[in-house]
């Protein structure tokens, strides 16, 4: 129902340490989360246990001068910065330790950083905005509020997304590797599951940054 721009892509790396491989099975949370909106207790406490686990050593493994470029690039050439102002209230859900956060944060009028992990959210850097935490499938904001929702290496709750997004606001997909990241949905299949959980079309704009891939997602 909608359609999808690919712009050209930059080049770039990710200099951050691979993750182990137990984060393969948040592949097959992501892809059930967001075919039909699977997640209950038992994928809540996995999914909290395991990054809880990693909080203590993610900022250390990830913070580095590129990381956050694939989101910068998105915010600009996916149209959502319009004369130097990005919107008025913005959510990154699965912020992690902040990393993005702390740089993003002073782009919008009203930033705020949630994730499902307190480990996590103990562990933000300095700088860091105000923190939430809250579970993706059911966060305590008004229907309509955010004009920018940030999801990076996040699982993708369709309808969420949908009440929680203003009329005209955007969606910004990041995934720091690209296919290669755990939790990875192509451009298509973020557009499939907001199509199939509203009934209506989404249109999107996509590229690369080095291996990253990123697509801004809105209402057609």
Do not use: K, Y
């Not at 910068?72 to 993005?100: F, K, M, P, Y």
């Not at 920018?148 to 290496?153: G, T």
């Not at 997304?161 to 990041?174: E, K, M, Y």
């Amino acid at each position: 129902m909608g359609t999808i721009t690919h712009l050209s892509g930059i080049d770039g790396a990710d200099e951050g340490t691979r993750g182990t491989v137990v984060n393969h099975r948040m592949r097959q949370v992501t892809e059930l989360v967001a075919a039909d909106g699977t997640w209950n207790e038992g994928l809540v406490g996995e999914v909290r246990d395991l990054f809880d686990s990693l909080a203590p050593d993610w900022t250390a493994t990830r913070d580095h001068p590129r990381r956050n470029l694939p989101v910068l690039d998105a915010l600009e050439r996916g149209g959502v910065s319009r004369g130097g102002v990005d919107g008025r209230t913005v959510l990154e859900l699965g912020a992690g330790t902040c990393i993005s956060a702390r740089d993003l944060a002073g782009r919008f009028d009203t930033f705020v950083a949630a994730d499902l992990s307190w480990g996590m959210l103990s562990n933000a850097v300095d700088g860091a905005p105000p923190l939430v935490c809250a579970d993706g499938s059911s966060l305590p904001l008004v229907d309509g509020v955010l004009d920018v929702l940030i999801l990076q290496n996040m699982f993708l709750f369709a309808a969420e997304v949908d009440r929680c997004l203003a009329a005209d606001g955007a969606l910004v997909w990041v995934n720091s590797r690209g296919p290669e990241t755990p939790i990875h949905l192509s451009t298509g299949a973020v557009v499939d599951a907001l199509e199939s959980a509203t009934g209506v079309g989404w249109d999107a704009v996509d590229s690369t940054v080095g291996e990253a891939t990123w697509a801004v997602v809105r209402r057609a």
